[in-house]
């Protein structure tokens, strides 16, 4: 593979413009944090074990922490951009790589918490998958999440998961099953 570097950009390096927000921005950031926080409490509220295993205590702690401070920390900013000497530099969205790898390892714990019914491993791996897309389509193209209503749609999957046992999501409204 051939790696060809971009020239780097004419000017002092701080002729960058300040950053500007997007139109909307700080509700959308604002709606995906109060998603995070009522997907990271529903995932608290899921049963325990019988007996005491590290994936329950994973399940109970560090997977809802990972949710609230990813949902709560995206940051369009943090986008993929070139850096000095015409490098790409990939942006994370505001999440540190720490968070982002307990996200990650939902699909390899969830099939050991056999106490939760199927349903609810679904909704854990549709809510990982959630927060994990936000990031990424935020540090891929923030203007793409902010200004076309991606990262509004993220949201909406991360809550529809979250909803309350037995309740069908109709669009803001709940209905019991």
């Keep these: 593979m051939t790696i060809m570097r971009l020239p780097v950009p004419a ?3 701080d002729d960058v413009p300040p950053y ?3 139109a909307g921005e700080a509700e959308v950031l604002s709606e995906a944090a109060a998603a995070g926080r009522r997907a990271a409490a529903w995932a608290r509220s899921l049963p325990g074990p019988p007996a ?5 205590a994973w399940l109970a702690g560090e997977l809802p922490d990972a949710i609230e401070t990813a949902m709560g920390g995206l940051d369009p900013q943090d986008c993929d951009r070139m850096g000095p000497e015409g490098t790409v530099v990939e ?3 505001g ?12 699909s390899c714990m969830v099939p050991e918490a056999a106490w939760l019914t199927p349903d609810q491993q679904v909704r854990l791996l549709a809510m990982a998958f959630a927060v994990t897309g936000s990031v ?3 540090a891929d193209d923030p203007s793409g999440a902010l200004m076309h209503g991606l990262l509004t749609r993220m949201r909406a999957v991360l809550d529809h998961a ?10 803001g409204t709940e209905q019991r099953s």
Excluded: I, N, Q, Y
Excluded at 52 to 56: L, S
Excluded at 162 to 171: F, H, M, N, S, V
């Design 11 to 13: 000017g002092p390096p």
């Design 20 to 22: 500007e927000p997007w």
């Design 52 to 56: 005491p295993v590290p994936v329950g």
């Design 91 to 93: 942006g994370t969205g």
């Design 95 to 106: 999440v540190d790589t720490a968070t982002m790898e307990t996200l990650a390892a939902v």
């Design 136 to 138: 990424r389509l935020l």
């Design 162 to 171: 979250a909803r309350p046992d037995g309740a069908l999501w109709t669009g």
